[in-house]
Nanobody
Framework: QVQLVESGGGSVQAGGSLRLSCAAS????????MGWFRRAPGKEREGVAT????????YYADSVKGRFTVSLDKAKNTLYLRMNSLKPEDTAMYYC?????????????????????WGQGTQVTVSS
């Protein structure tokens, strides 16, 4: 089993930055996609950013393009999400996912619950 532990969340003012980390207990043996999802209060969980582990191609939600950057350090088995220019609407619980069979197909993101491994989440709160 692969355990994922997120960290780096917190409270910041609008315009601020945070870097989330997702440490994996071991490199996922199956699947080639890892990513970040978020769930805001009263809303459905949505994909934020995903990355192919075997080529590095990345995908971003339109709402975060140009502000967020996803990256993977294979040597450390750690996935990152750099978040700049944060907005109050970025407030959510952020979840890491790993072991996806793909990131995006036909413009459709692999749903969070179809990844093989998930973390418990880290809260991000952005105040105006």
């Amino acid at each position: 089993q692969v355990q994922l532990v997120e960290s780096g969340g917190g409270s910041v003012q609008a315009g601020g930055s945070l870097r989330l980390s997702c440490a994996a207990s071991r490199y996922p043996p199956r699947g080639n996609c890892m990513g970040w999802f978020r769930r805001a209060p009263g809303k459905e969980r949505e994909g934020v950013a995903t990355i192919y582990t075997d080529g590095g191609a990345t995908y971003y939600a339109d709402s975060v393009k140009g502000r967020f950057t996803v990256s993977l350090d294979k040597a450390k088995n750690t996935l990152y999400l750099r978040m700049n220019s944060l907005k109050p609407e970025d407030t959510a619980m952020y979840y890491c996912a790993a072991g996806g069979d793909y990131c995006v197909s036909g413009g459709i993101w692999l749903p969070f619950d179809e990844y093989r491994h998930w973390g418990q989440g880290t809260q991000v709160t952005v105040s105006s």
